[in-house]
């Protein structure tokens, strides 16, 4: 038996909140089982069985546009990725600086033709110097009033809808299930479950987790090379340590 199982059949309100979108998820063997998940920082609900997207929170286009373009004046070597919930739009130095997984995606040049016809969720930012927390302050000044910007990785920034989080999609499933702040435990190991930890009842990191989550949190656990995680939730559901979940 698996430790998602175990949690599904004991009928624990379990949410996992993720920055890949609902493209990025598909990519995970067995992502079918994971229920209804939080996905690109919470701009979108997807429910991974059906396939169906059961809500969205898309940037407005002309404050979105607005922001690349700052972005592309500040940063003239920063590349630019567009996401909606089924497809990534890349423009060339993004294209170029991403090693792998762009299987699937699109080119652009121009930000309003994407914009005219698709519902942007995420934005997503590298730059071939800078790091993820090196880009981050000129991205959030550039998408100030527009959009949230975070980092879950060491060389990409996420953007995402202002109104959008962790925090307001996983609470908004939470609510839906009668399970409260107070009653929920979290884990994270990067920035972008700050507002998680500050949301949540219980907040862990892992071991190897952000300093700045690490600081954050109210407990810290082992890393996940030492399956930290599980080792936790199968403590706090009260199996034995020899118990076998996978």
Known sequence: MSLLTAVQELDIPLVVATARTPRGIRKIAGHEHLGRVVCANG??????????????????????AAAVAGVREALPDAGVALLSTRTMFLDGAYLDLRAKGAEGAETFSDVAQVLSSHRIVMVALRHPRLTAEQL??????????VGTASFAGLGVVDIAPLAASKAVGVAEEM??????????VVFGDMPNDLPLFA????????ANGHPEVLAAADEVVPSNDD????????????????????
């Open 227 to 246: 399956d930290g995680v599980r080792r936790t939730v199968q403590h706090l559901l009260g199996f034995s340590s020899d118990t076998h979940l996978g």
């Open 199 to 206: 949301w949540a009842g219980w907040s862990c990191a892992v």
């Open 136 to 145: 981050l302050p000129p991205a959030a000044e550039a998408f100030a009033g």
């Open 175 to 184: 609510a839906e299930r009668r399970c409260s702040a107070e009653a929920t």
């Open 43 to 64: 701009a979108v609900l997807w429910d991974t069985r059906s396939g169906d997207v059961i809500w969205e929170r898309g940037f407005e286009p002309t404050g979105l």
